[in-house]
Nanobody, 124 residues
Framework: QVHLVESGGGLVEAGGSRRLSCTAS????????LGWFRQTPGNEREFVAA????????YYTDSVKGRFTISRDNAKNTLYLQMSSLKPGDTAVYFC?????????????????WGQGTQVTVSS
């Protein structure tokens, strides 16, 4: 059983940067695909970024490409999301997730473990 805890959310001005962290306990990160998703009120949770365990390959949704960077430190059991050039449209609760399968990194249904979420609010 993997327990995930996000941190780093908060209020940031448009154009600013923020780094989210996700720390795992109860298991090792090294055997999982790790992802970041976000959700706004009344909407489904949407894919933001993911990183594969096998080769470190990364994936991003189009709206964050070139602005967000996902990375992982297996030794620290920590996942990061570096967010830059933030826009008001990035405002959401951000969730980290871990998958023990080799399936699609884009689908919420492929992830077994979820954090509780951290709020990111970007002011205009």
């Amino acid at each position: 059983q993997v327990h995930l805890v996000e941190s780093g959310g908060g209020l940031v001005e448009a154009g600013g940067s923020r780094r989210l962290s996700c720390t795992a306990s109860g298991g090792s990160f090294s055997n999982y695909i790790l992802g970041w998703f976000r959700q706004t009120p009344g909407n489904e949770r949407e894919f933001v970024a993911a990183i594969r365990r096998s080769n470190g390959l990364t994936y991003y949704t189009d709206s964050v490409k070139g602005r967000f960077t996902i990375s992982r430190d297996n030794a620290k059991n920590t996942l990061y999301l570096q967010m830059s050039s933030l826009k008001p449209g990035d405002t959401a609760v951000y969730f980290c997730a871990a998958s023990g399968t080799s399936g699609s990194p884009f689908s919420t249904s492929n992830y077994d473990y979820w954090g509780q979420g951290t709020q990111v609010t970007v002011s205009s």
